[in-house]
Nanobody, 119 residues
Framework: VQLVESGGGLVQPGGSLRLSCAASGVTSIMAWFRQAPGKEREGVAT???????WYADSVKGRFTLSRDNAKNTVYLQMHSLKPEDTAMYYCAANRNGGTWSDPRRYNYWGQGAQVTVSS
């Protein structure tokens, strides 16, 4: 499985961005994580094969995760972005049990997409 993220960039506070993660190969549970400099990688959101989603408290109500199974792609729509959302965002796939926000549970990772929220 290969994962390719796109859609990162620089946005002003309060703005919006949409990240995409295109997968090649068979995928099941997929998720987005983020990692800011000097901080641990943290779970942002996850989606199962039928579209059920779970979010970190810090992004609930602002971020929406969806998937297009026909395109084998997941999308992270981000609204009302804050400077603290600045991080490298990583797509992950095929969780092997455990807690969805535990990065050690995922078998495949993308290369990352930088999101910078700054005025």
């Amino acid at each position: 499985v290969q994962l390719v993220e796109s859609g990162g960039g620089l946005v002003q506070p309060g703005g919006s961005l949409r990240l995409s993660c295109a997968a090649s190969g068979v995928t099941s549970i997929m998720a987005w994580f983020r990692q800011a400099p000097g901080k641990e990688r943290e779970g942002v959101a996850t989606i199962d094969t039928v579209g059920n989603t779970w979010y970190a408290d810090s992004v609930k109500g602002r971020f929406t995760l969806s998937r297009d199974n026909a395109k084998n792609t997941v999308y992270l729509q981000m609204h009302s972005l804050k400077p603290e959302d600045t991080a490298m965002y990583y797509c992950a796939a095929n969780r092997n049990g455990g807690t969805w926000s535990d990065p050690r549970r995922y078998n495949y990772w993308g290369q990352g997409a930088q999101v910078t929220v700054s005025s």
